[in-house]
């Protein structure tokens, strides 16, 4: 898919106020400072479309940016920041849940996994939190630039048998690198196949 615009719309912690449209909308999530605003401007060809930190904690709101006027990216605030107040944390976590619950023009959430760690159960426990909901996830290996080939597909097939010991199959997956572009074209491929459905 070619991205000929992309804008940013509204900022908000509040699902109610989300954009009041039937686009499809694609959400990416996953813990703090794992690249998910990174991997939006990636997608869209755009430096700082969506705001990058490498403090973890950069996105607090839930950020709407509408691509080529006919869908939506969605950068989330991560889970797991450890140092954000147990208040705050809450706060978070409810507005993540509701967006999950409530966005029935949510199509997919991207649950970014960083390709260097191994499998943690705070992203294991969201996917099958996502799982019981029936809420559609893809998952989407990160910083794949960080990595030698070897340790890389090591650590894919490492999630894979960990994934398998829950699902019944591993969901569909990407490996992605912001820095020079791997998957890009895979991942805009398969949005571009969920709003043609
Ligand atoms: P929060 O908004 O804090 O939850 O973080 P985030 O998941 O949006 O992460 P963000 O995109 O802000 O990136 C965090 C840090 O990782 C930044 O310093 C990025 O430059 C770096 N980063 C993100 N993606 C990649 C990547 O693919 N490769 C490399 N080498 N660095 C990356
Ligand atoms: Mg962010």
Not at 22 to 47: D, W
Not at 93 to 117: G, N, P, W
Not at 141 to 147: E, H, I, N, R, V
Request: a positive charge; hydrophobic letters at 35%.
């Amino acid at each position: 898919m070619i991205i000929k615009s992309s804008e940013f719309v509204v900022s908000n912690s509040d699902v109610a106020k989300c954009p009041n449209s039937k686009l499809p909308e694609y959400a990416f999530i996953g813990r703090s400072n794992v690249g998910k605003s990174s991997l939006i401007n990636m997608l869209t060809a755009r430096k700082s479309l969506a705001k990058t930190s490498g403090r973890p904690g950069k996105t607090q709101l839930i950020n709407h940016f509408l691509i080529n006027k006919d869908w939506h990216l969605v950068d989330l605030p991560g889970y797991g920041y450890a140092r954000v107040s147990k208040s705050i944390k809450k706060t978070f976590q409810k507005f993540i849940t509701q967006y999950f619950e409530q966005r029935e023009q949510m199509l997919c959430a991207f649950v970014l996994i960083d390709s260097r760690h191994n499998p943690q159960p705070i992203d294991l426990e969201f996917m099958q939190w996502l799982g019981e909901h029936g809420i559609p996830f893809c998952i989407i290996f990160t910083k794949a630039d960080k990595l030698k080939p070897n340790a890389l597909t090591r650590n894919v097939e490492e999630y894979k048998e960990k994934m398998l010991e829950i699902w019944e199959e591993m969901p569909v997956h990407f490996i992605t690198s912001s820095t020079n572009d791997l998957g890009r074209d895979e991942v805009l491929k398969y949005i571009e196949d969920l709003n043609n459905q």
